[in-house]
């Protein structure tokens, strides 16, 4: 019976900790915060590089397309912010006591963790349709890790979201 009303019965309780920081809930979150300060961090740092020496104007490596830039940007920001929220929702879940609030927070992390699983997917076929067309010229190779890191992290942050989703 425990286990009955999102777990409203142990409300109230105390926080351990450790048994917070072992919970797979919490290794997923911190796992897809460091996968999306990893995503837009390197679009960020490198990805946006100069044509050439004379022009100071920077361009977006991934095929010369700036909403492929800015998109894998916004969708990496928004989920380092969702994350640090259900973060604290998921720290603070032992004090909710009302069911109606505890199935509130459930199926906002259950639509949130869809919801970004699938705009990671979304980030992630068009980072590697949009670098699969770039021409590699001398500046574009400077960002290529980069680039490279920034698709292989939205693909692995599709997996940890899906989990999310399902945990």
Known sequence: MEGASFGAGRAGGAIDPLDFLKQLQTILRVTAWIF???????IVNECYVNK????????????????????????GIIAFFGCIFFFV????????????DRKRAVLLDLGFSGFLSFLWFVAFCFLA????????????????DAARAAITFSFFSIIVWVSSAFE
């Open 52 to 75: 050439d020496t004379q022009n100071p104007q920077l361009f977006c490596i991934f095929n010369n397309n700036e909403s492929a830039c800015s998109y894998g940007i916004a969708i």
């Open 36 to 42: 999306s300060i990893v995503v837009f961090g390197s």
């Open 89 to 100: 929702v998921d720290l603070y879940f032992q004090q909710i006591s009302s069911v109606k």
């Open 129 to 144: 349709n949009q670098w699969q067309q770039t021409t590699m010229t001398k500046p574009v190779s400077q960002g290529a």
